[in-house]
């Protein structure tokens, strides 16, 4: 059999854009295998562990911080300055709201607020939950998706690598497309599985949006305060830019500190550690990446 890092230059190159779709192909179908199934069953109506799904722990502070100010436990001036509200301390439930609180007994800004060390810890816990329900990566699953990505990019680098030797060694010297070709596929493989959820998370976000679409599309006709738990779910699924100014004016002051815009989650990250799915209830309905032509060679 003809050894294929002899063939000519045109039919390794076609030889090598086939063997990179199909590296493509089976990582991808790898990673449905490792991180696919039915979504777990889990809260629909836990407006923070939906806003972490979808934005991160930071996300869900945020998501906190308008819950708060919507049921009047605090307030925010024209400075962008955070504090409780007078004699509210004591209304807070969960962890997280006590530790976004406390950590404004004072007035403070939306970066400090952030960076409390109770309330990151408070954040971090619905991380670590929605990992131990696989929606999102923990650190099995992100060292997975390492040996899976740099498995496919070895393979590219590698056979690219024999060929341009063998065609360097034979004294051609018209590779450019066969090293665009390999650029092009590690490329693919590096951004491919940098996904923040699992494609069990996000398949659950898809469906979430749908579950919620009613709510959107009724968006500027919430009522601010005493709506609190509709106005956080509205924030917690399509994120903060979603509430209309004319309902929740405090919005601007929850933009984002570093680009003064809004998360959209779609940050790589993974979050070690498990969590008992017992404290979930509710389940949802599962719902629902060529080279161009041209033969200038890769050394033959």
Same mark, same amino acid.
Not at 166 to 179: E, M, P
């Given at each position: 059999?003809?050894?294929?890092?002899?063939?000519?230059?045109?039919?390794?190159?076609?030889?090598?854009?086939?063997?990179?779709?199909?590296?493509?192909?089976?990582?991808?179908?790898?990673?449905?295998?490792?991180?696919?199934?039915?979504?777990?069953?889990?809260?629909?109506?836990?407006?923070?562990?939906?806003?972490?799904?979808?934005?991160?722990?930071?996300?869900?502070?945020?998501?906190?911080?308008?819950?708060?100010?919507?049921?009047?436990?605090?307030?925010?001036?024209?400075?962008?300055?955070?504090?409780?509200?007078?004699?509210?301390?004591?209304?807070?439930?969960?962890?997280?709201?006590?530790?976004?609180?406390?950590?404004?007994?004072?007035?403070?800004?939306?970066?400090?607020?952030?960076?409390?060390?109770?309330?990151?810890?408070?954040?971090?816990?619905?991380?670590?939950?929605?990992?131990?329900?696989?929606?999102?990566?923990?650190?099995?699953?992100?060292?997975?998706?390492?040996?899976?990505?740099?498995?496919?990019?070895?393979?590219?680098?590698?056979?690219?690598?024999?060929?341009?030797?063998?065609?360097?060694?034979?004294?051609?010297?018209? =590779?450019?497309?066969?090293?665009?070709?390999?650029?092009?596929?590690?490329?693919?493989?590096?951004?491919?599985?940098?996904?923040?959820?699992?494609?069990?998370?996000?398949?659950?976000?898809?469906?979430?949006?749908?579950?919620?679409?009613?709510?959107?599309?009724?968006?500027?006709?919430?009522?601010?305060?005493?709506?609190?738990?509709?106005?956080?779910?509205?924030?917690? =699924?399509?994120?903060?830019?979603?509430?209309?100014?004319?309902?929740?004016?405090?919005?601007?002051?929850?933009?984002?500190?570093?680009?003064?815009?809004?998360?959209?989650?779609?940050?790589?990250?993974?979050?070690?550690?498990?969590?008992?799915?017992?404290?979930?209830?509710?389940?949802?309905?599962?719902?629902?990446?060529?080279?161009?032509?041209?033969?200038?060679?890769?050394?033959?």
């Amino acid at each position: 059999m003809t050894d294929p890092f002899q063939w000519p230059g045109p039919a390794f190159l076609l030889a090598y854009i086939g063997l990179g779709l199909i590296v493509v192909t089976v990582s991808i179908l790898i990673l449905r295998v490792m991180e696919g199934g039915s979504p777990p069953k889990a809260s629909l109506s836990d407006a923070y562990l939906l806003s972490c799904l979808r934005g991160g722990p930071q996300e869900a502070i945020r998501v906190v911080l308008a819950a708060l100010l919507d049921r009047g436990l605090m307030s925010v001036d024209d400075r962008g300055l955070f504090a409780v509200a007078e004699d509210r301390e004591g209304f807070a439930r969960r962890r997280i709201e006590q530790a976004v609180l406390a950590a404004a007994a004072m007035p403070v800004t939306l970066e400090t607020i952030l960076a409390d060390p109770d309330v990151v810890a408070a954040g971090a816990d619905y991380a670590r939950q929605l990992a131990g329900l696989g929606l999102l990566p923990d650190g099995t699953a992100l060292r997975r998706r390492v040996l899976l990505r740099w498995t496919g990019i070895g393979l590219m680098l590698g056979t690219a690598g024999i060929k341009l030797v063998v065609a360097i060694a034979n004294g051609h010297r018209n =590779v450019g497309l066969l090293v665009l070709a390999a650029v092009f596929f590690s490329g693919v493989l590096a951004l491919g599985g940098r996904t923040r959820r699992t494609i069990k998370g996000e398949i659950l976000h898809t469906d979430l949006r749908s579950l919620y679409a009613g709510l959107h599309r009724r968006a500027a006709q919430l009522q601010a305060g005493g709506a609190g738990q509709e106005l956080a779910l509205l924030a917690g =699924v399509y994120g903060l830019a979603a509430l209309p100014e004319s309902v929740f004016p405090a919005r601007r002051f929850l933009a984002t500190p570093t680009t003064g815009g809004w998360t959209h989650g779609d940050s790589t990250g993974g979050y070690d550690g498990s969590v008992s799915s017992g404290a979930y209830s509710s389940s949802t309905s599962s719902c629902s990446s060529g080279c161009g032509g041209g033969c200038g060679g890769c050394g033959s």
